[in-house]
C-alpha cells in the first residue's frame, strides 16, 4: 500500500478490520471465505499476502503452505500482527506497487479487499508477475461495483469491474479465471428493507468512514454483531465456494469478485 499523495501517509488502520472490532456475520463469513478459498492454491507453497493488515488469514494459510509471508504498509497494522505470531511468520511494510522481493521468490500472491486503495494497481499486477516462479498464481479479491448496493471505501482510488480487472490481468502477462461470491439477493422483506436503507444512507453520504463508527450502522442493519477473530480457523462460518463467472459481461448478482491470475 502507499500514501495517496507524496507526503501524506493515510491512516490505513481506521478502515482495516482488527482483532476485536464488531462486525456482522456477513462481514466474518467474508473474511473467512477470502482465506479458504485461498487455501487450494496455498498448499506446499511459498504465499506472499500484500495488504495483510493485522494478518487475521496468515496463519491459517501457515498450516499448509510451505512459508507465508505477509506484508502491510501501515505499520501499527503488522505491529498487531508480530504482537500476535511472534516470531512464527515473517512480517515486512512494504508497497504493493514495489514489491521488496527478488525475481520468482514466490509461487502465489494474494491481495484481498486492498487494491482499490493502489494509485496504480497495474503496478502491483507487474510486481506480482515479477515476484512469481513460473506457473505461480496471483489472487485478487474486491467488492464488486456493479453490485446495487456498492459503497466505496474511505481512502479508495478507483475500483475495478470485473471484465477491468480481468483485461489488465491478461495485459500483464496472465491466463485469468473470474469468480463471484455472495449473492445480492433481496427476496425477503427484510432484505428489501435493509438494501433500500444502505442505498439511501450511501446516496446522502451517512455511511461512516471507519471500522469504528461503522459498528453502530451493522448493528441497525443486522442486528447482534460478532467479534473478529485475531485469527481465521478452519469452520469460521459456513463455505460456499464462488461460482465461475463470464469476465467479458456485467456482474451485478454477485457482491464479491474474485480473480485468479495464472502465469503464461
Known amino acids: 500500500m502507499r500514501p495517496l499523495k507524496p507526503g501524506i ?23 473467512y471465505h477470502r482465506y479458504r478459498f485461498a487455501l487450494q492454491y496455498s498448499a506446499g507453497k511459498d504465499v506472499l499476502e500484500v495488504g495483510c493488515g493485522a494478518g487475521p488469514g496468515l496463519g491459517y494459510l501457515a498450516k499448509l503452505a510451505r512459508r507465508v509471508v505477509g506484508g502491510d504498509f501501515a505499520h501499527a497494522n503488522l505491529q498487531r500482527a508480530q504482537e500476535y505470531y511472534k516470531e512464527k511468520i515473517p512480517l515486512v511494510r512494504m508497497d504493493g506497487q514495489s514489491l521488496p522481493f527478488a525475481d520468482g ?4 500472491v494474494l491481495l484481498f479487499e486492498a487494491i482499490y486503495y493502489l494509485p496504480f494497481p497495474e503496478k502491483f499486477i507487474e510486481e506480482s508477475h515479477r515476484v512469481l516462479r513460473k ?5 485478487i479479491c474486491t467488492v464488486n461495483r456493479e453490485w446495487a448496493d456498492f459503497n ?9 469491474s470485473a471484465s477491468e ?6 495485459q500483464k502477462g ?20 435493509v438494501s433500500a436503507l444502505k442505498r439511501s444512507a450511501v446516496k446522502l453520504g451517512l455511511i ?7 459498528g453502530l450502522l451493522k448493528r441497525i442493519f443486522f442486528g447482534r454483531l460478532e467479534g473478529l477473530p485475531p485469527e481465521v480457523t478452519e469452520g469460521l462460518t459456513r463455505y460456499t465456494p464462488p461460482l465461475p463467472i463470464l469476465s467479458e459481461t456485467p456482474q451485478s448478482e454477485y457482491k464479491i469478485i474474485y480473480a485468479v491470475g495464472l502465469l503464461r
Open 105 to 108: 521468490s514466490f509461487d502465489m
Open 165 to 170: 480487472l480481468a483485461a489488465c490481468l491478461r
Open 9 to 31: 501517509e493515510v491512516d490505513y488502520t481506521s478502515i482495516t478490520e482488527l482483532p476485536g472490532q464488531r462486525c456482522s456475520h456477513e462481514q466474518l463469513a467474508r473474511l
Open 208 to 214: 461512516p468512514k471507519n471500522m469504528k463508527n461503522k
Open 174 to 193: 496472465f491466463d485469468v479465471e473470474m469468480f463471484g461470491a455472495f449473492l445480492a439477493s433481496t427476496e425477503t422483506f427484510k432484505e428489501k428493507l
Open 152 to 160: 466505496p471505501s474511505a481512502f479508495s482510488t478507483s475500483y475495478l
Open 135 to 139: 506457473s505461480g498464481a496471483l489472487l
